[in-house]
């Protein structure tokens, strides 16, 4: 079964100062593994995936993720975080073989203060 | 174009009623999504159609029928809802079925009084 785990259910950082919001993975094989961003009362924005190749991808606002598979990680990042930054996090993953569907983290609330 | 719409954004229903959701996409894409939001949860898929058929139903109860007029429409009618059923439906498309990224509607804020 296809799951992943956001261990943070909080994540505060000083505007300005390198931002990392965690993710670890479990899948059977290879994963698809993905990144959103929800502010309130609004969807889901998409910010980058990992499919395959380089394990350093970079998406949407200056945010990366790095995919580590010994580790089963695939923490997102950001080298200086704006306070717009504030949102709610998910990381999702869909394995190779199944059908489209994503399975969500718990999210994590990332503050980013002023 | 990127967005997905939903309308309406807002909808309070008794559990008597019947109602629609609706979503719209022109981007193309072939597969299209209903997840369900509870308050501070992650999003639960409910259905998936790709190329317009139905290929994941997620074991929802039938007081929720989607419907796929076409490839940019996509419907959710409810009828005889519960109460525990108030969450937040978002609608989601993708270019097809496989490792696309998945485009996000703002969501339909459902209220079952």
């Known amino acids: 079964a296809q799951s992943v785990a956001q261990p943070e259910d909080q994540v505060n950082v000083a505007e300005g100062n390198p931002l990392t919001v965690k993710c670890t993975y479990s899948v059977s094989g290879n994963p698809y593994l993905f990144w959103y961003v929800q502010y309130p009362n609004r969807g889901l924005q998409f910010l980058l995936k990992y499919i395959t190749g380089d394990n350093l991808v970079k998406g949407s606002y200056g945010f990366e993720a790095e995919f580590n598979k010994s580790q089963t990680s695939f923490h997102l990042k950001k080298p200086s975080a704006l306070v717009s930054d504030s949102a709610l996090y998910f990381c999702a993953v869909r394995d190779r073989g199944g059908a489209n569907n994503l399975f969500f983290g718990t999210g994590t609330r990332l503050t980013v203060i002023p | 174009d990127t967005e997905v719409t939903q309308t309406p954004k807002h909808l309070v229903m008794g559990m008597t009623n019947k109602k629609s959701l609706k979503c719209e996409q022109h981007?193309?894409?072939?597969?299209m999504y209903w997840y369900k939001q509870k308050a501070k949860k992650p999003p639960e898929l409910m259905f998936v159609y790709s190329y317009e058929k139905l290929s994941i139903n997620e074991s929802v109860p039938s007081r929720f029928s989607p419907e796929c007029p076409n490839s940019s429409l996509l419907n959710l009618h409810l009828h005889a809802l519960q109460p525990e059923d108030s969450a937040l439906y978002l609608c989601a498309s993708s270019q097809d079925d496989t490792f696309w990224e998945q485009y996000f509607g703002p969501g339909t804020r459902l209220t079952v009084t």
């Open positions: 981007m193309g894409h072939r597969a």
